[in-house]
């Protein structure tokens, strides 16, 4: 295997706080509370886990079932085990409840956060890797689907279309219908043939099948996934984590208005600092949702009260009795749950991707607020995975995979341009040269005739040097094809291309 290493720096649409934190971290180390690249973080941030003996046992205990109901592989409950001691740490990462485990990072943070707890481990700091499932996400949208590279080469997107009950409910208590049973079999065709695809395949029926939930279908497979390396799978649906979390939405409902001054401040000073805030906060901003006849509905503050906009409102006390008599129906939006997650579990970093990042950025005064402390923040392994056609292609045209990311017209002349001669090429760029200096005197002279007629001239014969170009373009791209014998009647040239070309297209879902 050919490894390559791209700055995300060379990569299209990479925030600034993202580049800055990963190669100047002292320009945005005010916004987290350890600095991931020196080894002493990692000390002093398992020194600040304040994480009570009985909450350590009780969490356990709840994990233990969770990940038994799953089927969870024994090095899981071994993990477990580990975690019961007051000197063990976890290491945590998460994603959404998706289709086929969603976007390929999803499985990068998992095996990021694998390798980071070995290494902690093996420096006498004991650590265990756990994924967090966000099953509480009511966004069905954002993960019902997935993409696919068929056996030609082609992004496929696959989309489960079963009928869900309760709109805008929790992602991972939506069961699963047949509708499941024709989008395996379309996976069983499309995926290439090798020797562990039966292996897969058969995982993912198992995981996936009708009557299991989002959340138990993704758990289960992601179980079997990182079966070797017993990554420890947390639902956060369930009534007893809310409960044992139950300070954290406490300080969310009680101290609300607080809060919101502390996050109103730190995206005022990550504008001021030239980055972005990537969740908006309005003046009615609050952290919570509340779950009623199974619809998961944000919570804002209006004159000292919380209201959905289905009409609920809610006093402070209401929500703080509601939250003792029934805890699972009260849960915190993207930049809370990290804050209850921390809350259970002793974590000295968790493994994040660029917009987690940002979360991260903005929820720290939230953070030293309600739980006093904050883990490292990690960055996930980046990767873009080639097949061999598609490096093979590359290589034939002399490409890198950052010219992708100029755009098809560039990677298209760029591809056309290695097959091109050389003098016939530079007769093409003096012919060029001389056209736009024989169409600037034109324009000079028209210009001492008649000002006025300069802008039609001008727009006229600039059309003929562009024509000029086109040609060029049109030569080159003939020549490339004739001189690689790659026929437009032979197809194998267009199929190839329109690969590279939607690596570029679908690039998040395989995890650039």
Not at 197 to 224: D, I, K, N, V, W
Not at 296 to 311: C, E, I, K, N, P
Not at 387 to 398: E, I, S, T, V
Not at 493 to 512: D, E, I, N
Request: aromatic share 8%; glycine share 6%.
């Amino acid at each position: 295997m050919d490894c390559h290493c791209i700055p995300h720096t060379e990569i299209p649409n990479s925030s600034r706080l993202f580049t800055d934190y990963l190669y100047d971290f002292p320009r945005v180390s005010e916004f987290y509370a350890h600095n991931p690249f020196q080894d002493e973080s990692f000390s002093n941030a398992a020194q600040a886990i304040r994480y009570d003996g009985n909450l350590r046992r009780e969490v356990v205990a709840v994990l233990r079932e969770q990940n038994r109901r799953i089927a969870a592989p024994e090095k899981t409950l071994q993990n477990l085990s580990k975690l019961e001691n007051p000197d063990c740490v976890a290491v945590v990462t998460g994603h959404q409840a998706g289709l086929f485990t969603g976007p390929a990072f999803g499985l990068y943070k998992g095996l990021t956060a694998i390798k980071l707890a070995r290494t902690l481990s093996d420096r006498g700091l004991p650590a265990v890797p756990v994924f967090w499932l966000a099953t509480e996400d009511h966004d069905l949208e954002e993960v019902n689907h997935c993409f696919i590279q068929d056996r030609e080469g082609s992004p496929r997107r696959m989309e489960y279309t079963g009928e869900v009950p309760i709109q805008n409910s929790p992602v991972g208590s939506i069961s699963l219908t047949d509708a499941i049973l024709p989008l395996l079999e379309e996976l069983r065709a499309l995926l290439p043939d090798s020797e562990f695809g039966a292996e897969l395949l058969r995982s993912l029926s198992e995981s996936y099948r009708p009557g299991q939930s989002f959340g138990t279908a993704f758990g289960g497979f992601m179980a079997r996934l990182f079966a070797d390396f017993g990554v420890i799978m947390v639902d956060p649906m369930d009534r007893r984590l809310h409960s044992l979390s139950a300070q954290v939405f406490q300080s969310a409902i009680e101290s609300a208005p607080a809060l919101l001054d502390a996050l109103m401040e730190r995206n005022q000073r990550l504008t001021d600092q030239g980055y972005h805030s990537q969740v908006h906060v309005t003046e009615n901003f609050s952290f919570l949702f509340v779950h009623v006849d199974g619809q998961r509905r944000a919570l804002r503050l209006r004159d000292g009260r919380f209201v959905t906009s289905q009409g609920d409102t809610y006093s402070p006390q209401e929500l703080l009795a509601r939250l003792e008599q029934q805890p699972e129906t009260i849960s915190g939006n993207v930049l809370l749950r990290p804050i209850m997650q921390d809350a259970l579990l002793p974590t000295v970093a968790y493994v994040a991707g660029p917009s987690e990042l940002a979360y991260f950025a903005q929820a720290a005064p939230v953070y030293q607020r309600v739980l006093g402390r904050m883990p490292i923040v990690f960055p996930r392994a980046s990767m873009t995975l080639l097949d061999g056609p598609a490096n093979r292609l590359l290589g034939k045209y002399g490409l890198k995979l950052q010219d992708i990311f100029a755009g098809k017209q560039a990677l298209r002349e760029k591809m056309a341009a290695r097959f091109m001669p050389a003098d016939l090429a530079e007769n093409f760029r003096k012919t060029a040269a001389n056209l736009e200096a024989n169409l600037q005197a034109i324009e000079a002279s028209i210009a001492k005739l008649d000002p006025t007629l300069v802008d039609a001239a001008a727009l006229k014969y600039r059309k003929s040097l562009k024509n000029h170009n086109r040609l060029l373009g049109n030569l080159e791209w003939q020549v490339a094809l004739r001189r690689t014998h790659l026929c437009s009647t032979h197809g194998t040239f267009h199929r190839g291309t329109l690969l590279v070309l939607k690596l570029s297209s679908h690039s998040p879902s395989l995890g650039r």
